[in-house]
């Protein structure tokens, strides 16, 4: 079975089913990294190109982990330092990588909408690696993947999201996907990181981090990203952490079997204590692991198998 | 089949002969790349190192699809900031390359020669990815090979190529193609960039392009090498693309079914107008799609098959 | 058979019994790179990551050619430029890796101890590809290998290791191995480069480089690692190489089938002669080669082969 869609570019546009579907497809590729050999033939002879315009350890090395343990052939892309010197648009990179008849190009973007703007181009799959402030839809599948594997289910969750949702592409994310799997989504994080409006999108906003996790099922923490911050939105590290960092004291108002989710990476002590990041309640390395079968499970579903 | 040398270093060394020779086993190559499974065992076990000193998103991504695509392993380099930061000669680093037992090396450098050295230190074969200002003979002979394809000849040809002459290793390379094949190549160009005795290639020098490009069948524009010009060698941009760039309006005085081609990345609206570059008479992405068949067949002739 | 131990970290932990195990599986491995097909399927199905926080050519290829030759999966991760940047602290990175399920992960390190840290929290086998000025052990085995297959045996042998002594990993790890095989250690050096009671790792410190040489079966040239010398530690390049560089003149001391061994990138005419290096007692490219025999010797002992 495909996806009836060629591109993966965001969750907004996912319907539940298409998420059922990668969900359980990535559970049958789950075992595959758990096996002494971990290599399916699925892909072979296909070519992936993970095209990088942001630099990324975690995400890269997933996908051409996934697409290598299908026996893909992966090329890696990185951008920073290339065509972009040279002048060259997006539009005509994407069309002479297609000219090298690749099966599937996976990007990562500064700027939202940069995935959408090459996948109108391609007609090959596009798979957005995030982009700019908008969108991470194979981050919020591996959550979604995570969180029903942990508690069997996500309708009628509570899920708590807390942190810099105004430049948060994990959040948003995860917003279109949890609502649409029917669950109760609630945001929560300094005023100036919330944008107006967002309650549009299918979440309702709580003032304080304590209150916000009271009966929540899951807590997903978001990273705290200086990287991009051109101007500080919080006066002090150490206030957003007292406020708005999760550690053992807040974790008392949370339900006993709560789950708690980091996108990584973990800025240790600011918006996530040690103990907390490291506790029983954390599922940060499941994330990362399930990270792998989604991906896989993405390429399957859009790439597709050797006997289709 | 083999070339009867060791190394592919300019197109100027090669004949005839071997020019069809590579032309006509890329073109057995290059169905590989429109199959379902896009791969064939004939280089399995072979390593390839791509070693690049100068930044190429689009030339190494083809010689390492070509390899992967022809089951060899191939391993990047990328040279800026490792070995020569600590001050290793460019013999000492091939000689220790070959120490890996490499089947092949794939070298780009900045300086114009550097192949010619290390393919006089090594016994592996040598590929010549660019040199300086001085030839990068593959994609002159995806040029060819493109032409050939769209013209079912080269002999007797009108070919154009204009831009900045004087900087251009894809210039150099083309006018030693297009002449061995008996075509009549015209250069064109702004004075500062046509250097002093370039007829002695085999070439012609014509002042305006809309002279250049009356009765041609072939037009080759040239990048502007923003990156490479360190001082300025025309007025504006503006003056150089009214007066070099191809647009819709001078392409008028081309015979109707003039082949365009460039080497990329274009700089849209400077040597070329969108309209021409996306035009029905562009080859500009057959000759991506051709450069990974044209790389696959120089592994081939180079590296050799399984059952030689 | 396999090593009795999860890691490879550091020489000074290895007895004489695995050094000999791995440098005769490392012999068994050598001839794969000779064949025309280089390639076992030892390791199909397992993925290794190459985790460099500081550039390399040369280790990191000789890595990436051991794994790629023995058929697992390998993967770069080059991390000056990502997960650094975001503050992420070396142990969530090495975590976060893990759940990824890599069958071993390399790691070159700036922080001596850095890949011990790692070791800790992993469950994957971890091998060291240098750390700080700790110790390089996959340089000293290959080292050793180089000198029992020139030599017929270490037991006995006169070892001289020349140079900055103090900052560099290579000589620490020589050190302890030549002394564990049963060699008689010499080393020689500015005395700023030399540590005080560098005798307690089981070496004598001799003033003079003609002095050391007498008599020596073994010598080795440390590089001088300019960029990593934040003071100069001798007055000129110039008198250094007058006085610890070798040259023809000062080699005439030493036996008439002295073997020379550098670790590489050679500073040519600085600590040593071009003369000497490429001379007929040099055996620093059989170093490079061996490198990559040794470094399949570790991932079989440490990951396993297929059919165990």
Do not use: W
């Not at 799959?125 to 981050?139: F, K, L, M, W, Y």
């Amino acid at each position: 079975m495909r996806l009836k869609r060629k591109d993966l570019l965001d969750i907004e546009d996912l319907s539940r089913d298409e998420i059922e579907l990668i969900m359980s497809t990535a559970k049958s590729f789950r075992e595959v990294s758990d096996r002494d050999i971990k290599k399916v033939p699925t892909l072979r002879g296909k070519t992936i190109i993970n095209m990088f315009y942001e630099p990324s350890t975690r995400t890269r090395t997933s996908f051409e982990i996934a697409a290598k343990r299908m026996s893909a052939d992966a090329i890696n892309i990185s951008v920073s330092t290339s065509s972009t010197v040279k002048g060259e648009t997006l539009k005509d990179t994407a069309k002479n990588l297609e000219a090298m008849n690749p099966d599937c190009i996976v990007i990562r973007h500064a700027s939202s909408g940069g995935p959408h703007m090459l996948a109108r181009y391609l007609k090959c799959p596009v798979i957005n690696a995030g982009d700019g402030t908008h969108e991470h839809p194979s981050q919020a599948l591996l959550d979604l993947f995570t969180v029903n594997d942990a508690k069997g289910r996500i309708e009628g969750l509570k899920v708590v999201i807390a942190g810099d949702i105004a430049h948060s592409r994990v959040a948003r994310s995860n917003i279109h996907g949890f609502s649409t799997m029917g669950a109760e989504v609630r945001v929560v994080g300094p005023p100036t990181m919330i944008p107006v409006g967002i309650e549009r999108l299918g979440c309702s906003v709580v003032d304080s981090l304590e209150e916000a996790i009271v009966g929540a099922d899951v807590v997903m923490m978001l990273r705290v990203q200086f990287e991009r911050l051109h101007r500080p939105l919080f006066p002090s590290i150490r206030e957003y952490s007292l406020v708005f960092g999760l550690d053992t004291e807040k974790l008392k108002k949370a339900p006993p079997d709560v789950a708690i989710l980091h996108p990584g990476p973990v800025n240790r002590g600011v918006e996530i204590s040690p103990e907390v990041a490291d506790g029983p309640y954390s599922l940060i390395l499941d994330q990362v692991k399930n990270g792998v079968a989604v991906r896989m499970a993405l390429f399957y579903l859009l790439v597709g198998g050797a006997k289709e």
